[in-house]
């Protein structure tokens, strides 16, 4: 079973995908990805939301409890969702908690900033483990003007290097980089001693996370930073298209499909 120790002595690089569901946790599990993270990337994959911030606490406990159920080997990371943390240190690390004791999560994911290092360092004190976030941070996308990379000039570059670092004195035990320019990921992982995973941060990095959606080809659009490795989409389509024209020309249900009770005979 992949722990939060494991992933920082890995000689392979990390593997890590998002799955919001049972069947799919299952999947993922069972092909040997190391993370399976229950990504507030919900709202937009799976919640039919145009973005992250109406995800609530209890849509996170609810689906990261059905991944918990169906997962074996991969370490279990729960997104925190907007306003679970940040507001108020006590309520942030009493929500973290929540997700481990009632939803079975092994960890917890943070987008990160100045004003979660505190949260970080409170929550590895008592024992929640803690997976740090920096880069493009979809929660702040209001601030941010847009879903756009980030560190792209030599000041907040540096911001994102001492913020790594700060995040890992606090004691998380990985850190995402999202949507940054290659050479900067490299830098931060260089300087790290904790594992990082990019997604749109080159090749650099400890290991690499996307969208389920994304990876498999079953959303309508992906971001250019991610690669279809299937094409769900299209195999769904033909499907259930099959299944319509079997049922709209009498193929389907077949005798096989049926099953007839002599003894009710004389129902009619």
Known sequence: MTTTRGLRDAEDPITMLTAYDAPTAAIVDEA?????????????AALGYDSTLPVTFDEVASR???????TEEALVVADMPFLSFGVDEAES??????LLKEANADAVKIESGPHTVSTTRRMTEVGIPVMAHLGLTPQHVNRLGGYTRQ???????????????DHADAGAFALVLEHVPANLAGAVTEALEIP????????????????????????EWSPPFARQFGDVRGEMVDAVEAYREAVT???FPAEEHSHVEEDLDDLY
């Open 32 to 44: 040997g990805i190391d993370v399976v993270l229950v990504g507030d990337s919900m709202g937009n």
């Open 151 to 165: 560190g792209t000039e030599q000041e907040a570059a540096e911001e994102i290097i001492e913020l790594a670092g």
């Open 196 to 219: 990082t995973i990019g997604i749109g941060a080159g090749s650099d990095c400890d290991g690499q996370v996307l969208v389920i959606n994304d990876a498999v080809g079953l959303g």
């Open 249 to 251: 020309s009498g193929e």
């Open 93 to 98: 690390v009493r929500n973290a908690g929540r």
């Open 64 to 70: 990261t409890a059905a991944v918990a159920r169906a």
